[in-house]
């Protein structure tokens, strides 16, 4: 492999996927795709749906996806995942042609796609087509701006959000990668919160409001909506009253 394409795909919908991607698809020569596990079939048929709007034709070669193993500390138990993960994108190509990556949301944003890819050896020629943010689809579908006028925006994961509490000075909190509503840990009454899953897809579900209100909300709808798909993708923005 001399080349690897990092294609991001939005948020689920195969209109995130951008003109420039969809010709990349077209161009590559195989395409590698993940398969996690019982219940995440949804994951593949999306990652399907967009190679056939793109009008694809390229090789289709899918791989097991590892899990990570809980006993570790985190860090080494993300360091490990990721080196077991380049092993299998590994054993899984073959040919000279470019290989394609489908990836959620951006390759730049809290993914790691990147840094798995520099542990290929050798190193290919690494090319990303940005996509769709899960910060864009989730403002769109609120129709609300990113930012507060002249704000700055902190964006940063659940578990931060639990272990430090609300970043000292910010305004504006964009929360990704929280699979346990991290939100219910702080101890403010004046926030807002403006929540979304399955950004842009049929199955998108939306909820806002003061987030004293809102929260119990959006617990039992993620939870729900988790049960009946298996699965889940969702992030939330967090804003004081009165900001605008």
Known sequence: MKDLWLIGIGTGSPGHVTLEAQAALR???????PRK????????????????????????????YPVRDPALPYVERVEKWHDEIATRWSAAIDGDGPVALLVWGD????????????????????KVFPGITALQALTAAHAIPFNTLAGAVTVTTGRRLRDQGW????ESVVVMLDGECSFQTLRRD?????????????????????????GPRIIETR????????WIMDTYLLRPEGLT
């Open 107 to 126: 390759p730049s944003l809290y993914d790691s796609t990147l840094r798995i890819a520099a542990r290929l050896s050798p190193r290919p020629r690494i």
């Open 167 to 170: 970043p000292e000075g910010a």
């Open 190 to 214: 004046d926030l807002l919160i403006w929540w979304g899953a399955f950004l842009g897809m049929e199955e998108q579900v939306l909820d806002h409001g003061p987030l004293a209100e809102a």
């Open 27 to 33: 161009d590559a020569a195989l395409i590698l795709l």
């Open 223 to 230: 939870q729900a909506a988790r049960e009946a798909h298996g």
């Open 37 to 64: 596990g019982s219940g995440k079939d949804d994951l593949a048929e999306v990652r399907h749906r967009i190679i056939a709007a793109a009008g694809s034709t390229a090789r289709i070669v899918d791989f097991d």
